[in-house]
């Protein structure tokens, strides 16, 4: 099955710098690659996610890399406020396929 | 917010308890998720359910079962409630499948004592 590596597992910014979370999966057949982010005390929601078809998608301050070759993909916020701290989480899965698998996820604190 | 509601959403129960955990949805999705968050592990898919009394296992179903009778509700149950399986729950409910936007419900914090 899938397995997703996630980098780092706690990451502490200054406001205003840029963050890069980094994870690689193991399954080439994946191709779709969802983030998620987790504010204190609730339930994860996605804030972008990424198809095999494309190399990068972004969204105002959040942009999402992938790499198929080197079957890697990176979340890239610029410009961090505090309201960025939370737990972000990716993950990987396959058209078709029925659940998600997860990386452990990674810990953003945004100091002002 | 997507029509999601876990409930309840703190419980304290004792070992050798069994614990039942709803998750009730308003969008008519069709597939629903049951995982558990615990430190250093992340989201950890137990069962989850691709119909009306369609169900199958993630990768820590061990200890857990679940029912699906009506497309709104999924039921998570804990036969014999263990400390390990003192965890935060999430429901999660997609309407495509794993590739498209899953909406998380606000959890559910159990504690087995």
């Known amino acids: 099955g899938e397995n997703v590596e996630q980098h780092p597992s706690t990451l502490s910014v200054q406001e205003g710098d840029s963050a890069v979370i980094k994870c690689t999966y193991s399954?080439?057949?994946?191709?779709?690659f969802p983030w998620y982010k987790q504010e204190l005390g609730k339930g994860p929601q996605l804030i972008i996610d990424?198809?095999?078809?494309?190399g990068e998608k972004k969204d105002q301050r959040i942009a999402v890399t992938l790499n198929k070759t080197a079957k890697h993909f990176s979340l890239h916020i610029t410009e961090t406020q505090p309201e960025d701290s939370a737990v972000y989480f990716c993950?990987?899965?396959?058209?078709?396929?029925?659940?998600?698998?997860f990386g452990k996820g990674t810990m953003l604190l945004v100091s002002p | 917010d997507a029509g999601i509601t876990q409930s309840p959403r703190h419980k304290v129960t004792e070992t050798g308890t069994p614990v039942t955990l709803r998750c009730h949805q308003t969008?008519?999705?069709?597939?629903m998720y049951w995982y558990r968050q615990d430190p250093g592990h992340g989201l950890r898919l137990i069962h989850y359910?691709?119909?009306?009394?369609?169900?199958d296992k993630g990768e820590v179903s061990d200890g857990y079962s679940v029912s699906r009778s009506k497309t709104e509700d999924f039921l998570l149950t804990l036969e014999s409630a263990t400390s390990s399986q003192t965890s935060v729950y999430f429901c999660?409910?997609?309407?495509?499948?794993?590739?498209?936007?899953?909406?998380f419900g606000q959890g559910t914090r159990l504690t087995v004592v």
């Open positions: 399954d080439s057949a994946s191709n779709y």
């Open positions: 999660a409910i997609s309407g495509e499948g794993a590739d498209t936007e899953a909406f």
């Open positions: 969008e008519n999705h069709r597939y």
């Open positions: 993950a990987a899965t396959r058209s078709g396929y029925s659940t998600l698998t």
């Open positions: 990424i198809r095999s078809n494309v």
């Open positions: 359910s691709y119909g009306v009394k369609d169900t």
